[in-house]
T-cell receptor, first 116, second 117 residues
Framework: GAVVSQHPSRVICKSGTSVKIECRSL??????MFWYRQFPKKSLMLMAT?????????EQGVEKDKFLINHASLTLSTLTVTSAHPEDSSFYIC????????????FGPGTRLTVL | AQSVSQHNHHVILSEAASLELGCNYS??????LFWYVQYPGQHLQLLLK??????LVKGIKGFEAEFIKSKFSFNLRKPSVQWSDTAEYFC???????????????FGKGTKLSVIP
C-alpha cells in the first residue's frame, strides 16, 4: 500500500508552547487528509478533515483555533497544537486518501505528544 | 451520527485456535465497513473492506469478515491464528455524517489480540 509519514514521531514540550506535526503522503497525491487523536484504550477520534487548498472541517468539540490544520499541497498537511497544555498530551495520527470515499485511507505511524 | 462497538477489549488465544472478533455499528443508511490492524509499534493497516456484493469478504493473511445487514454486524474471523497475529484490531464504518454531510470513518475502540505460542 501507499506510505504516509509523520514527523516527529515523538515530541515533548512545555506547557504554553506550540507544536507542529507534519503528515506527508510519500508516493501518492492525497486530495483529502484526516487528523485523528487516540487516547489510551480508546478508539481513534476524528478531529478534522482537510482537502488540499481549502479550510479544514473540524469535528464537533474540536477547537479550530487550538488545532490549526494546513493542507498546503497534495502531499503535505500540518497540525499545529497552539499553546499546548498537559490535557493535549495524546497520540495524533494522520491519514491520507487519494480521490473519493471509495478509495482507501492510508495511515501514518502517529506522533506521541507529551506536554509537561 | 454513526457509532461502532467492538465487544471484546482483550482476547487471548493459543496458536491454531479460531478467532472471531465482534463488531456492530449503528447507522441506518448505506455503509462501507473496514477492519484495520495495528501491529505493535506500527501504523494502522487495512485488513479487509466491504463496499457491496458478496457479504463474505476475504482479506489479507487469511482473515475474513461477514457483513450481516440485519444484525448491523461485521465480525472478523480467522480459522487458525498465529503468534504473528498479535496486534490490535479496529473495526471502522464509513458513512455519511448527517451533520457535516461528508463521509467519515468512525472507529470502534479496538480489540487487543494476544496469541500465545
Amino acid at each position: 500500500g501507499a506510505v504516509v509519514s509523520q514527523h516527529p514521531s515523538r515530541v515533548i514540550c512545555k506547557s504554553g508552547t506550540s507544536v507542529k506535526i507534519e503528515c506527508r503522503s510519500l508516493d501518492f497525491q492525497a486530495t483529502t487528509m484526516f487528523w485523528y487523536r487516540q487516547f489510551p484504550k480508546k478508539s481513534l477520534m476524528l478531529m478534522a478533515t482537510s482537502n488540499e487548498g481549502s479550510k479544514a472541517t473540524y469535528e464537533q468539540g474540536v477547537e479550530k483555533d487550538k488545532f490549526l490544520i494546513n493542507h498546503a499541497s497534495l502531499t503535505l498537511s500540518t497540525l499545529t497544537v497552539t499553546s499546548a497544555h498537559p490535557e493535549d498530551s495524546s497520540f495524533y495520527i494522520c491519514s491520507a486518501r487519494a480521490g473519493g470515499r471509495y478509495n482507501e485511507q492510508f495511515f501514518g505511524p502517529g506522533t506521541r505528544l507529551t506536554v509537561l | 451520527a454513526q457509532s461502532v462497538s467492538q465487544h471484546n477489549h482483550h482476547v487471548i488465544l493459543s496458536e491454531a485456535a479460531s478467532l472471531e472478533l465482534g463488531c456492530n455499528y449503528s447507522y441506518g443508511g448505506t455503509v462501507n465497513l473496514f477492519w484495520y490492524v495495528q501491529y505493535p509499534g506500527q501504523h494502522l493497516q487495512l485488513l479487509l473492506k466491504y463496499f457491496s456484493g458478496d457479504p463474505l469478504v476475504k482479506g489479507i493473511k487469511g482473515f475474513e469478515a461477514e457483513f450481516i445487514k440485519s444484525k448491523f454486524s461485521f465480525n472478523l474471523r480467522k480459522p487458525s491464528v498465529q503468534w504473528s497475529d498479535t496486534a490490535e484490531y479496529f473495526c471502522a464504518v464509513n458513512a455519511r455524517d448527517s451533520g457535516a454531510g461528508s463521509y467519515q470513518l468512525t472507529f470502534g475502540k479496538g480489540t487487543k489480540l494476544s496469541v500465545i505460542p
